[in-house]
């Protein structure tokens, strides 16, 4: 099933079960969807991901934990949609490997590891977190 006709699918149970987080969260995820001309659903959901995770570390220094809850589960709901997260010891297994593979060594690599973290493992690894890890194993 396609991510929209999906996401469409929940949005109907979410409302028939009056879960307003899981029906908003799928009303604003459809909508950048639709709006875009030619949607990449991955990239749509890493970066509502993404922001909603900047706004909790706002919200938290600002001291709303009200706000940074309510981000917290659309991030839950979103997640749903995107490829299961490698942990951290995963994603250091997997780029080593990538720099092993391609002979890589020094920090100018940095960006030739984080093209092919992108292109492996779409989704699936944090961006700041690769990226921490490349540097310190070219390091």
């Known amino acids: 099933m396609a991510l ?3 996401i469409n ?3 109907k149970k979410a409302m028939l079960e009056r879960d307003e987080v899981t029906r908003d969260t799928l009303r604003m995820i459809k909508s950048e969807l639709l709006t875009l001309e030619n949607p ?3 990239v ?3 970066r509502a991901v993404k922001s ?3 706004s909790i570390k706002s919200y938290v220094e600002g001291g709303r934990q009200d706000l940074a809850d309510k981000e917290q589960a ?4 979103i997640e749903r949609y995107l490829p299961k997260q490698l942990g951290e010891d995963e ?3 997997a780029i080593a490997g ?3 593979e391609l002979g890589l060594s020094s920090k100018k690599d940095l960006g030739k590891v984080m093209k092919e973290v992108k292109t492996r493992y779409p989704g699936q690894v944090d961006g700041r977190l690769a990226s921490s890890i490349a540097g310190q194993l070219l390091g």
């Open 98 to 100: 990538i720099i092993e």
């Open 52 to 54: 909603r995770r900047d």
């Open 44 to 46: 749509v959901l890493s």
């Open 9 to 11: 699918a929940d949005l």
């Open 74 to 77: 659309e991030i839950e709901v």
């Open 4 to 6: 929209l006709e999906q």
């Open 40 to 42: 990449d659903g991955l």
């Open 91 to 93: 994603a250091r297994e």
